[in-house]
């Protein structure tokens, strides 16, 4: 019972393009969306969040769009770079409710980026 | 000046023993938590305390019993181990637990042999 779900295990971009990493959910009690990146042998590491009021955040050459009514949301990244190659985790909780700070993840996508 | 850190960074055992990994945060945050990221590679919560309080036990086998000693402090404690718990455990805090990002330590492997 995944109630957050990043289908694509993995995406290889050329440098300078865009990445487009997509996630979905399906508890509609979800009201606050982040995503995380990992590098190997080192835990996550927060890259920008999203609250549900909002459509897009946007944080440099990072940008995540919600569609509440998809409940779908997606990470860009512009122009990629071979240093933004790592695990990219969607993770997203219920802030009003009793589940205090907790996160459900997605499994993470694996990006690849060539120069 | 790591801002959560575990220790171990690995740990290989033998089913049936008892083990604990620390974790610290000089972040001065109020809230700590444990993750397990199991072979499927999901990240899932299995502890949060908030000033010391127990906030959300995840369904996690008593044989598991967190321990904070402090707000900088949240130990995970792990009696008669199994096959089953061998996964990487993640510390991570934040401030609050609202919309507050966490901040993740780098992971204990722990493998059950």
């Known amino acids: 019972d995944q109630q957050v779900k990043q289908n694509s295990p993995s995406l290889s971009v050329q440098e300078g393009r865009i990445s487009i990493l997509n996630c979905d959910y399906t508890?509609?009690?979800?009201?606050?969306f982040l995503w995380y990146k990992k590098y190997p042998a080192e835990g996550p590491t927060f890259l920008i969040s999203?609250?549900?009021?909002?459509d897009k955040n946007e944080d440099g050459r990072f940008t995540v769009f919600l569609n509440k009514s998809a409940k779908h949301l997606s990470l860009h990244i512009v122009p990629s770079q071979p240093g933004d190659s790592a695990v990219y985790f969607c993770a997203a909780s219920a802030i009003g409710g009793t589940s205090y700070g907790k996160l459900t993840f997605g499994q993470g996508t694996i990006l690849t980026v060539h120069p | 000046d790591t801002a959560v850190s575990q220790t171990p960074k690995y740990l290989v055992t033998q089913m049936g023993n008892d083990k604990s990994i620390k974790c610290e945060q000089n972040?001065?945050?109020?809230?700590m938590y444990w993750y397990k990221q199991d072979s499927k590679k999901f990240l899932k919560i299995m502890f949060s305390y908030n000033n010391k309080e127990l906030i959300i036990n995840e369904t996690v086998p008593n044989r598991f019993s967190p321990k904070s000693p402090d707000k900088a402090h949240l130990n995970l404690h792990i009696n008669s181990l199994e096959l089953g718990d061998s996964a990487v455990y993640f510390c991570?805090?934040?401030?609050?637990?609202?919309?507050?990002?966490?901040?993740f330590g780098n992971g204990t492997r722990l493998t059950v042999t």
């Open positions: 991570a805090s934040s401030q609050g637990g609202g919309s507050a990002p966490l901040h």
């Open positions: 972040l001065g945050h109020d809230t």
């Open positions: 999203i609250s549900s009021i909002k």
């Open positions: 508890n509609s009690m979800f009201d606050y």
